[in-house]
């Protein structure tokens, strides 16, 4: 199979790529919201041979791929000299060199339509590169993808034009959990963090306060997208988007988040508590860090869920008691909630790294059994039938095309679960 390749965009439209720093320049306060964006959008194919390949890892606003390939290693060897320079000898020679199927200064498409936008957020580790395949998939349908970078502690690494690092927050060795036999008593709540803390927390009071933040970083990036399509420069755009060029581009009344584990738990949240929001997908969500309330909610927008085999392997059975109830409730309120599985996935099927080195990571357990980019394939096929379907104003079920039926799989909610089964906030199981 390839080997550090993406595949083609799969819709009718070729794609840009560029990266932005937005900065809330209005309102009151001191606490000024500060994010980097990747920015993924349609552009006319018959320009595309016009444009060089855009590079898959950071290179610009001051930051460097080999930062972000570096601490890519740190995160998946864990923090430390020795593991840190194993991880960079696999990470920094390769990484840095990858190319997306996309464009590097191209203009938007010419389209009379509107852009939809799409806010995608990431998952504890990523960044605004490690989703292209996603997000190109969308951009390719005709919607303007804005992937930010958090700031809570949850990406691999931030850098900001002004040599802001944000580096991740690591949970100590003696808190991880590494698998179900060998769980901790009680869990995490047992176990306090982070160690240097002058008043710990716990696993689920640190989740909790970073998906607020995050939460809150996604309505700011909705302001900007406000901003950007009503022609307003304090949210600054690379040239060849600025200057009024998108200007009443976006359909904002057609908006949607879409996000993988952690971030899949914050578009779930800001959907419900954001009125602007009109449909939402969730990638293999991590339920875990949502409050009480949120658990025992109807969702407002309809929603996608899409699982893997191994789904919430960190939560399995409080996990389902929350996807059932989810359904149950948002089915009693007729708000169309969708459970579906993807057949030979795993939870990192939804990012880039099993398309980039599918043989590799599918012979250590990291990605499922389908092959990767067929994998892609699939969820791009249900991302945008979904978001085609209830942004275009139906108000019918939505159902999985036929195509990919036979790659799908019906969740089945647990007769237990119509009991309103009580769920153990902030407890692994």
Known sequence: MPFLTFPDPPGPYAVGQCDAFWKEEWGEGDKKKQIVVRIFYPVDKDVADK???????????????GQYAEAYAKFMWRPGTLASWLGSLAFLP????VSTKTLDSAPAASTPEKFRPVIY????????????????GLASHGYFVVAPEHTDGSAAISIHPDQTVVNHTYVPAKSQITG?????????????????????????????????????EIQFLVDCLQHVTAGDERVPLPEHLSGGKMLGRLDMDRLSAVGHSFGASTCITVCKQDERFKACVAHDAWLFPLSGEMMQATLRVPTLFLTADTFDMLWPEEGKKVLDS????????????????????????YSDFPVLAPDLLMSIG??????????????????????????????????VPEDVQGDTKEHEVDAWARTRSTVRVGVFT
């Open 51 to 65: 444009y060089e390949m855009a590079h898959w890892l950071p290179e610009k606003e001051n930051a460097t791929a």
């Open 94 to 97: 390769l990484m840095p060199n």
């Open 121 to 136: 957020s990431h998952g504890l580790g990523g960044n605004r590169s490690c989703y292209s395949a996603v997000c190109v």
């Open 180 to 216: 179900r036999q060998h769980r901790i008593p009680g869990g995490f709540t047992s176990t306090l963090i982070p160690e240097r803390d002058k008043k710990p927390i716990t696993q689920y009071q640190l989740r909790r306060k970073q998906l607020d933040h995050r939460v809150a």
């Open 326 to 349: 989810f359904l149950i409730r948002s089915h009693e309120d007729n708000v169309d909630v969708q459970v579906v599985g993807v057949v030979g996935t795993k939870h990192q099927n």
């Open 366 to 399: 990291v990605a499922g059994p389908t092959e990767p980019v067929k994998a892609m394939e699939i969820i791009h096929r249900l991302d945008s039938s979904f978001l085609e379907h209830h942004l275009s104003g139906s108000t019918t079920v939505y159902h």
